[in-house]
């Protein structure tokens, strides 16, 4: 099955308090092209939602499920890279001057919704 890198608006993810402040949760959704793999960080009323694809080596970012993370930034679990949660441009480790891929999300009534 083909690994997406986007996913239709409108899709339901469920309540934004599935995620604790400062934290982060997988997502997997399987649509008729292929499975699509993400993740969203919860900052207070927000949620800011990533492909989970390092740009460094295009692996999955945690080795831990929703292990993204880590000392108010996402982090990759396999090269040190870090994230800015706000934006997803690299701070830190081996990929100056890239970013994240983001995923279109937004907060809609206290769920979580593609966009």
Same mark, same amino acid.
């Given at each position: 099955? +083909?690994?997406?890198?986007?996913?239709?608006?409108?899709?339901?993810?469920?309540?934004?308090?599935?995620?604790?402040?400062?934290?982060?949760?997988?997502?997997?959704? +399987?649509?008729?092209?292929?499975?699509?793999?993400?993740?969203?960080?919860?900052?207070?009323?927000?949620?800011?939602?990533? %492909?989970?694809?390092?740009?460094?080596?295009?692996?999955?970012?945690?080795?831990?499920?929703?292990?993204?993370?880590?000392?108010?930034?996402?982090?990759?679990?396999?090269?040190?890279?870090?994230?800015?949660?706000?934006?997803?441009?690299?701070?830190?480790?081996?990929?100056?001057?890239?970013?994240?891929?983001?995923?279109? %999300?937004? %907060? +809609?009534?206290?769920?979580?919704?593609?966009?």
């Amino acid at each position: 099955m +083909e690994r997406l890198s986007a996913t239709p608006a409108g899709i339901a993810l469920g309540p934004l308090d599935q995620i604790l402040d400062g934290q982060a949760r997988n997502f997997v959704i +399987e649509l008729r092209a292929g499975r699509f793999h993400g993740f969203i960080v919860r900052r207070a009323d927000q949620a800011f939602g990533y %492909v989970d694809r390092c740009p460094h080596m295009g692996l999955p970012l945690a080795r831990k499920l929703d292990d993204y993370v880590s000392a108010g930034h996402i982090a990759c679990s396999w090269h040190g890279a870090l994230f800015d949660i706000t934006s997803g441009a690299c701070v830190g480790g081996p990929c100056p001057g890239t970013a994240l891929t983001t995923w279109p %999300v937004r %907060v +809609e009534a206290g769920a979580i919704i593609t966009a």
